[in-house]
C-alpha cells in the first residue's frame, strides 16, 4: 500500500479519533431554571443576579443579568409610547444597580462574556415572549449580537483600561 493510497485513510482516522473541533463540541449551557424563567416577567429575571453575585456564582449572575435585560429592552421597545415613570424608571434603577457589579466581573474575561452573550442569544430564540411581535425579538437579538461582536473588536483596548484602573482581567 502507497503512502497515497494510506494517507486519506490516516487523515480520516486521526480526524475520527480527534473528535470535533472545540467550536463544534462546546454546546452552549444554559444555567438551571432556564425553561421557566422564559415565563419570568423581565424584572424577576434581572433581579436573579443578585443573590447570585453575592452567593459568588458570577458567571451564572452574569447570564441571569443579561437575560433579563435582553427581555425588559424587547419589552420597552415594543411600547415605546410607555409612561416613563413607570417600567422605564424602574429598568433604569435595577440596571444602574446591579449593572456596575456584574459587569466588572464579566468583563475581566472577554471570551467567557461572549460565550454567555451567545447562550442568552440562545435562551431567548428557545424562550422567547410570546406577547411581543417577531421583529421586537429580532432586532434586539441584533443589538445584543453587536454588543458582543463590539467587545470582541474593542477585547484588546478593555483590558488595557481595566489593567490601568486595577481591575483583574482574567
Known amino acids: 500500500m502507497s503512502y497515497r493510497t494510506i494517507f486519506p485513510h490516516l487523515t480520516a482516522a486521526a480526524l475520527f479519533l480527534l473528535g470535533p473541533p472545540p467550536a463544534f463540541a462546546e454546546e452552549l449551557a444554559l444555567p438551571p431554571c432556564a425553561e421557566t424563567a422564559g415565563n419570568a416577567l423581565p424584572s424577576e429575571i434581572m433581579l436573579r443576579a443578585a443573590p ?89 437579538r441584533a443589538g445584543l449580537t453587536a454588543l458582543r461582536d463590539q467587545i470582541g473588536r474593542e477585547a484588546d483596548m478593555i483590558r488595557a483600561e481595566r489593567a490601568s484602573q486595577g481591575l483583574e482581567n482574567r
Do not use: C
Open 52 to 140: 447570585l453575585m453575592q452567593a459568588g456564582r458570577r458567571d451564572e449572575a452574569t447570564f441571569w443579568f443579561y437575560a433579563g435585560q435582553l427581555r425588559w429592552r424587547s419589552r420597552l421597545n415594543a411600547s415605546p409610547a410607555q409612561d416613563p415613570t413607570g417600567e422605564p424608571a424602574l429598568f433604569s434603577s435595577v440596571f444602574e444597580t446591579l449593572g456596575p457589579p456584574v459587569n466588572s466581573w464579566a468583563f475581566g474575561d472577554i471570551p467567557k462574556l461572549q460565550r454567555t452573550i451567545d447562550a442568552v442569544l440562545l435562551w431567548y430564540v428557545r424562550y422567547p415572549d410570546p406577547s411581543l411581535d417577531p421583529a421586537v425579538h429580532e432586532r434586539m
